[in-house]
């Protein structure tokens, strides 16, 4: 396979429809969406065609906003990451994982975090098996818990 170059950004409100039609073939995105639902988004780019997207937020708290007193704190969280199929098993997904935990670094936050929808069956596993090679892992305090993370600095040397 030749080499192809990807460049990670902030997304542009020009990338909008591209971002809503990646989120929705991947099946996490509202499909009547015009606009990314959190306060953060990147693309990745081939070119000039958007062919992966990460949302995020760089100061979200959903462990102590749980009342679990033993949560971290103050984290970059992911919300959505989503490559389109053709793109898969190339890096990309991983180049936007590794976007957020840059930002992450330099606003100062030590923990990246999300949720693995691990409810989808195979393509769950295949997802979690992603997220624990960049160095990912389960955080959950109580069975059936779907928060996983990272000290970013583990997703960056990754």
């Known amino acids: ?38 306060p953060a988004v990147a693309v990745a780019c081939c070119a000039q065609s958007v062919v992966g997207v990460v949302e995020f937020d760089l100061s979200y708290d959903l462990g102590r906003a749980s009342e679990r007193l033993e949560h971290p704190g103050k984290q970059a969280w992911i919300f959505s990451l989503a490559v389109q199929d053709v793109w898969r098993g190339r890096g990309v997904g991983a180049q936007l994982v590794r976007y957020v935990a ?45 928060a996983w993370g990272a000290p970013v600095d583990a997703v960056l040397d990754g």
Do not use: C, N, W
Request: hydrophobic residues 40%; aromatic residues 4%.
């Open 1 to 38: 396979m030749s080499h192809v170059s990807i460049t990670v950004r902030a997304a542009a409100a020009d990338d909008y429809p591209a971002v809503t039609d990646i989120l929705a073939a991947a099946e996490v995105g509202g499909e009547e969406t015009t606009l990314p639902e959190y």
């Open 102 to 146: 840059q930002q992450a670094k330099a606003d100062g936050v030590t923990l990246l975090a999300l949720a693995v929808q691990e409810e989808l069956g195979e393509d769950g596993s295949r997802r979690a098996r992603f997220f624990e090679s960049l160095g990912m892992r389960g955080l959950a305090s109580s069975p059936g818990d779907p």
